[in-house]
């Protein structure tokens, strides 16, 4: 009779430790699961998120950078040169006479010569430098470790590309 006894509380210990380990095993799927889940919503959220920044530091007629994406960037150019005691160009573009081009042309012809002058600065600077649209026909770049002489140079060679970029509107050179 005790050894009944004892067989039947190791039996019941024996069961009631299989219900907490089937308890425990249940809980860590219910975990795993909920980390899968949570770890596909943190991938679907970084996504939105690099979208979302992408879509703040662009401009959506150009693809360059905008006007927030410059301050960030000059910010840091500022400090390097700072640290490194390098020379930082920055050059402001203004296309003249835009306001005609929208006013004979109209605004699609506008944005086709920003694309195109967006695409000829890029183009035409190198991997370092740092080319945004800031506002309507205004661009800017930022040219480090490039001192005055050498920017003056770089400045006027851009100049001769956009001029000779044989922009045409309805038949007409525009620049």
């Not at 799927?29 to 998120?49: A, F, P």
């Not at 000779?164 to 007409?172: C, K, M, R, T, V």
Request: aromatic content about 6%.
């Amino acid at each position: 009779s005790r050894l009944t006894t004892i067989t039947q509380q190791i039996q019941a210990h024996n069961r009631q430790e299989q219900e907490e380990r089937d308890k425990t095993q249940r809980e860590m799927q219910t975990l795993t699961e909920r980390l899968r889940t949570m770890e596909l919503e943190s991938t679907e959220l970084r996504s939105r998120l690099d979208l979302a920044q992408h879509r703040a530091t662009r401009d959506p007629l150009t693809g360059l950078p905008n006007r927030l994406a410059f301050d960030d960037r000059l910010g840091g150019e500022m400090a390097r040169c700072k640290r490194n005691k390098t020379p930082l160009t920055m050059m402001v573009w203004d296309v003249d006479f835009f306001k005609k081009i929208n006013d004979t042309y109209g605004h699609k012809s506008g944005d086709k010569a920003l694309i195109i002058i967006a695409k000829l600065l890029s183009k035409h600077c190198r991997e370092t430098d740092f080319v945004a649209r800031i506002g309507g026909e205004e661009f800017v770049m930022l040219l480090p470790e490039t001192d005055a002489k050498a920017a003056l140079l770089v400045a006027e060679k851009l100049r001769k590309t956009l001029e000779q970029s044989n922009f045409n509107a309805n038949g007409d050179k525009v620049f």
